[in-house]
């Protein structure tokens, strides 16, 4: 008698033959997905698709549209492009996963590039994707992964299995090549095949491929100078500093010698941020507006108040107005297409009144200032304000950067800030670090520390959180005439410490179980380092507590 399963896909029930593989089942279901079916979450575990179904289960399929099956399609391209170059130029030929750049992530070679090499490269990485090789995952002892990585010299990935303790460890085998990878992978190359490549200079070029934010397309590349320029400058910092990745920085916690990192860190930090007060005191005479703004988690706040500080220290008086008491009364705030109020599109504020009284305050007028009340949907005018000689006006806002905005003020009179943590450390050369996961870490846990939020709550909020930042910030942060860095190089071994046990709290029932898994893994490399040793004015102190600002 042959056995049957009850399996639950997209809402539909179905009887299948046990030990049929996912692969199998997904087969019959490619028609329906736009991309290639990567990952399925079985009884909502991330599971890779050679598995065989061996009990009743619901089934959801994973492409490139989703989160984890975006991070495992990156995670195959970046396999079939090293494996493309060791197959043209050698076994000493190597790539470092840089960090993201316009929807695409930024590829470093230990070898000189040009715009025939990016060809040559990409053609090759067709071909491997079309020969539909096997990507394996094969259990291997520890000690023998270390050795094996020693020999290749990729000693980053040889000092991460140093830090993990068990007896055996997972790895990927595509071709005759092993390698770690810390998202799970799909089965063969051909379901890895939506990409393209563009040169950039003599030893990088972009790798860029559909987002689960512009999925129906390969975004064209536009430059970013000015981003590109900051981590650079990160990237270079951190070399000097022999700190590329996750092994570098524990080596530091493991010899005692952390306390030092984060002095030389935060006076590093401070000092950028004094640079940007100067040059705007220099211009006092012309720049009477102060406009900053960054996705969530970038450290805003504590950026905007020290900046405040040092441009006091030139003799400045900072008079700072938040956007958000210009909000419009709550029943003419515009909705959105699911009927709730929309708090984050621009036309949520007064745009006339705002601009207005911007207007009528740099001409010397005194104005009656909003604030708004939040309980009753309606703002209220109390405050009074009247600039002097010295005063400048700072707005730090979600919409701060953009160009609908103050449209009656001459661009020269405004100084425009961004404010994001550009991620430079990287887990080693394949593996880098998200930018969005060093943010949700640090939301993960203020959310718990200020608001008591549980991390399903942050983790629930995080998409929509993500959705705002892709409309409303990212578009204009070209428009900055200066972009602060506010990663913090050692900060992982601190929010380690406390977002951890947070996450643990997560159920394995819960649909936020694998998320919070994978920033439990992923923390799991880096050793805790302690807060006692950072300063009160310090940016991580805004998520973790003891900030001089919050007194």
Same mark, same amino acid.
């Not at 390698?179 to 089965?187: A, L, V």
């Not at 709550?330 to 959105?336: M, S, T």
């Given at each position: 008698m042959i056995e049957t399963v009850q399996v639950t896909i997209n809402g539909k029930k179905v009887e299948l033959t046990k030990g049929i593989t996912i692969e199998e089942v997904a087969n019959e279901h490619a028609p329906e997905f736009r991309y290639p079916i990567l990952l399925a979450k079985v009884n909502n575990v991330i599971t890779e698709l050679n598995r065989p179904i061996t009990e009743n289960a619901e089934i959801e399929f994973l492409d490139l549209t989703s989160p984890e099956g975006n991070r495992c399609h990156i995670s195959g391209l970046t396999y079939i492009l090293l494996c493309a170059i060791k197959k043209l130029y050698g076994r000493k030929a190597n790539i470092v996963v840089q960090h993201s750049l316009d929807k695409g992530i930024y590829i470093e070679t230990n070898f000189k590039v040009n715009k025939d090499k990016v060809k040559e490269i990409k053609e090759t990485m067709n071909q491997i994707s079309l020969a539909a090789m096997p990507i394996t995952k094969v259990m291997i002892d520890r000690i023998e992964a270390i050795n094996y990585f020693t020999k290749l010299e990729d000693y980053a990935k040889a000092g991460i299995l140093k830090y993990n303790t068990n007896t055996y460890i997972t790895l990927y085998r595509l071709g005759n090549y092993y390698? +770690?990878?810390?998202?799970?992978? @799909?089965?063969s190359t051909d379901r890895i095949k939506d990409f393209d490549l563009t040169y950039l200079r003599d030893n990088g070029f972009l790798l860029r491929f559909p987002t689960i934010y512009i999925n129906d397309k390969i975004k064209e590349y536009e430059p970013h100078p000015n981003l590109f320029e900051v981590f650079q400058e990160c990237r270079d910092w951190a070399k000097i500093m022999h700190i590329e990745n996750c092994v570098d920085l524990n080596r530091i916690v493991s010899t005692g010698k952390i306390n030092d990192l984060i002095k030389i860190d935060e006076t590093l930090q401070s000092n950028r941020l004094l640079n940007v007060a100067k040059e705007i005191a220099q211009k006092k005479n012309r720049i009477k507006i102060v406009l900053i703004a960054g996705p969530s988690s970038s450290g805003k706040t504590t950026t905007s108040k020290k900046l405040c500080m040092f441009l006091e220290s030139f003799?400045? @008086?900072?008079?700072?107005?938040?956007?958000?008491? +210009?909000?419009?009364?709550?029943?003419?705030?515009?909705?959105?297409?699911?009927?709730? +109020?929309?708090f984050e599109c621009l036309e949520a504020l007064d745009l006339k009144l705002f601009d207005k009284q911007l207007g009528q305050l740099l001409k010397g007028e005194k104005v009656t200032i909003p604030r708004y009340n939040f309980i009753t949907g309606k703002k209220e005018f109390e405050d009074e304000m009247e600039l002097g000689k010295n005063d400048i006006i700072v707005i730090e806002g979600i919409h701060a950067l953009d160009d609908r905005i103050l449209t009656n003020i001459e661009r020269n009179k405004k100084y425009k800030i961004y404010v994001s943590p550009l991620t430079e450390l990287n887990m080693d050369d394949h593996n880098r670090i998200s930018t969005v996961d060093n943010r949700l870490l640090r939301r993960i846990v203020r959310d718990n520390r200020t608001r008591g939020y549980s991390v399903e709550h942050t983790l629930k909020m995080w998409p929509s959180v993500r959705d705002g930042e892709e409309k409303y910030i990212f578009p204009y942060q070209d428009e900055a005439d200066y972009t602060v860095n506010t990663e913090l190089i050692y900060e992982f071994g601190v929010l380690k410490t406390y977002a951890e046990p947070l996450l643990y709290s997560v159920p394995n029932d819960s649909e936020y179980y694998e998320e919070a898994k994978r920033l439990i893994d992923f923390l799991r490399l880096f050793l805790p380092i302690p807060s006692d040793a950072i300063p009160e004015e310090s940016i991580i102190r805004e998520f973790i507590g003891g900030s001089y600002f919050e007194k």
């Open positions: 390698n +770690y990878f810390y998202n799970p992978m @799909t089965i003799g400045l @008086t900072p008079r700072v107005l938040g956007m958000d008491d +210009y909000f419009k009364e709550r029943e003419d705030n515009p909705k959105d297409e699911n009927g709730n +109020y929309d």
